[in-house]
């Protein structure tokens, strides 16, 4: 195959990217949102912004370990960035804990919507507000036709959305760009220190538009997942007084 036949192919796979909603790597925030190896599994290996990215949850510790992880994600998309919104039918989220990855509260504005029809208006009408870095919600079922609504709203927005689907009964094909599933792990301890340690998943990331699915075991620390394999060589060079 020669250099023309490549820019081709490589046109063609932008194009059709776009056309599943996906913005070409440029308009993403390359490099702030520091995934890993898992950043392997995207198009561009770079996390997709300006989409709706699914989370699938079936357990109450699988929802706190899939809020982290989310967490974890917005810590790279709000830095020098717009706020967030996070929406749900109860206050579950703890605010302070979420300086834990690195965010503060305080840019996050919290709602509650007790109804699916208004937890679904709730976030598609965020999803269309310019100025924010990202939307997360809590909805316990979507359909196609709704994911479809909060896709086509951030291709115009250009706002991050995140549905989180906890014990959902329908796991149906949605228009979402990814979905996940979030199972958390026993913390990780650098070198037996004393304390709760560092917070551990399993990331199975099931769908992923344009992607390569996959399977990993992630560890959080210095504002980065990082592979728990590679936890010990990764700690060494790391100052103790940034993960303390």
């Known amino acids: 195959m020669d250099g023309v036949q ?3 192919i490589a046109h063609l796979q932008r194009d059709i990217l776009r056309l ?3 913005s070409p790597a440029a308009k993403q925030l390359a490099g702030k949102v520091n995934l890993g190896p898992v950043l392997n599994a995207f198009p561009y290996k770079v996390f997709p912004t300006g989409a709706v990215h699914e989370y699938i949850t079936d357990t109450p510790a699988a929802t706190a370990a899939t809020a982290g992880f989310v967490a974890g994600i917005l810590n790279g ?3 020098h960035s717009g706020p967030c919104i996070w929406i749900s039918p109860d206050r579950v989220v703890f605010p302070p804990g979420l300086r834990s990855f690195g965010l503060s509260p305080d840019r996050i504005l919290f709602v509650n919507a007790g109804k699916k029809k208004d937890l679904c208006w709730a976030m598609e009408t965020c999803l269309q507000m310019d ?18 609504r909060l896709q086509l709203a951030v291709e115009k927005s250009g706002v991050t ?6 014990k959902s009964p329908n796991l149906h094909p949605t228009a979402c760009v990814s979905r996940w599933q979030i199972t958390p792990l026993a913390s990780y301890c650098p070198e037996d220190l004393p304390g709760v340690g ?10 992923i538009r344009g992607g390569k699915p996959g399977s990993w075991q992630l560890f959080w620390v210095d504002d980065a997942f990082r592979a728990l394999q ?3 060589t990764d700690m060494a060079s790391i100052p103790l007084r940034k993960i303390s």
């Open 20 to 22: 599943q909603g996906q």
């Open 198 to 207: 560092l917070p551990c998943w399993r990331v199975e990331l099931l769908k």
């Open 6 to 8: 490549r820019n081709i």
């Open 230 to 232: 590679d936890a010990a």
């Open 77 to 79: 998309m709000m830095r």
């Open 131 to 148: 100025g924010l870095s990202a939307v997360v919600g809590e909805l316990p079922d979507l359909d196609f036709t709704a994911s479809r």
């Open 161 to 166: 959305g995140f549905v989180l689907r906890q």
